[in-house]
């Protein structure tokens, strides 16, 4: 029998300056992290239309503080609630595709990347670029598929070296607070080194089959 699954693939490449390709990785993601099923077991359970729905759970944000989600109050008509918001702005840490330098194993516990890096021009830094996610295409057979891409700059005046990667999403918890939550995270099995002036390009390509 054939297992039913939500695929998840990675890319990642590092240009110089001028453009040239200096190395190029890709593969499997290697896992969706509990906080990914803790979402969905959510909004499955949640109630249309009523003012108090029943999916609550208990989820780890990235900072690892445990928070009741979600915040279902249709009376308040927002909008957000609803969203699986990865989109993140040029600069936003808090949302989409994000890199980091450590390379410690997942657990079934893991909530954030083991050293994430932050958003800026200082040493160890990487500029975080808007983040893009094209359509749904067929790209052969039964298979149905789209992108998350983000570019990441180097300015820091140093090679700066990314050995993880993963994908937050910003959700409204049961007070009605934003929270940031990891869904993704990848330990690359080459780390990227990114020369001063570099650029990165992670992408993520989610994929079903329909059979």
């Known amino acids: 029998m054939k297992a039913l699954r939500m695929g998840l693939e990675y890319e990642v490449e590092v240009r110089d300056k001028n453009g040239k390709l200096?190395?190029?990785?890709?593969?499997?993601?290697?896992?969706?992290?509990?906080?990914?099923?803790?979402?969905?077991?959510?909004?499955?359970?949640?109630?249309?239309?009523?003012?108090?729905?029943?999916?609550n759970v208990s989820i780890n944000t990235e900072s690892g503080s445990a928070v009741t989600y979600p915040h279902h109050q249709y009376a308040q008509y927002y909008t957000y609630n609803l969203n699986l918001s990865t989109l993140g702005d040029a600069g936003d840490v808090t949302q989409g595709i994000i890199v980091g330098a450590g390379d410690t194993p997942n657990s079934l516990t893991t909530y954030a990347l083991a050293s994430k890096i932050g958003h800026g021009t200082s040493s160890g830094q990487l500029l975080y670029g808007a983040e893009s996610i094209?359509?749904?295409?067929?790209?052969?057979?039964?298979?149905?598929?789209?992108?998350?891409?983000?570019?990441?700059?180097?300015n820091s005046g140093a090679s700066v070296t990314v050995k993880e990667l993963g994908i937050l999403v910003k959700k409204i918890n049961s007070g009605a607070a934003s929270c940031s939550f990891l869904i993704v995270r990848d330990v690359l099995p080459s780390p990227s080194s990114i020369p001063d002036g570099a650029t990165m390009t992670v992408r993520y390509t989610v994929k079903i089959t329909v059979s």
């Open 22 to 55: 200096i190395s190029k990785q890709k593969g499997e993601s290697h896992s969706w992290l509990k906080q990914w099923i803790q979402i969905l077991k959510g909004e499955f359970a949640t109630r249309h239309n009523a003012s108090v729905g029943n999916g």
């Open 134 to 154: 094209e359509d749904v295409i067929n790209p052969s057979g039964m298979d149905l598929s789209f992108r998350i891409t983000r570019v990441f700059t180097n």
